[in-house]
């Protein structure tokens, strides 16, 4: 992943206090769902978890869309 775009991602996190976030959608790519980054594209996801040592995927629907995490489980770091 490019830094510019994870650095913009996470620009549009709003802090709810200093260890909660807010779920949102950030754009039509990304969105942040339990503290942690999610993927539009099941193959974004897979590609990520393969960069983070794991590998598989999972999903989370969240705002009317399926959207793609890392890992096979949510509980993966």
Known sequence: ??????????SH??????????????DSNYAIIDDRLAYDTQE???EVAEDLGCSGFHTHDFEG??????CETHTAK
Request: aromatic share 10%; no cysteine; proline share 3%.
């Open 44 to 46: 974004k996801a897979e």
């Open 65 to 70: 869309q399926t959207w793609y995490m890392p």
């Open 13 to 26: 996190i709003e802090q709810v206090d200093k260890k909660v976030y807010l779920d949102q959608v950030v």
């Open 1 to 10: 992943m490019d830094i510019s775009v994870l650095r913009n991602v996470l």
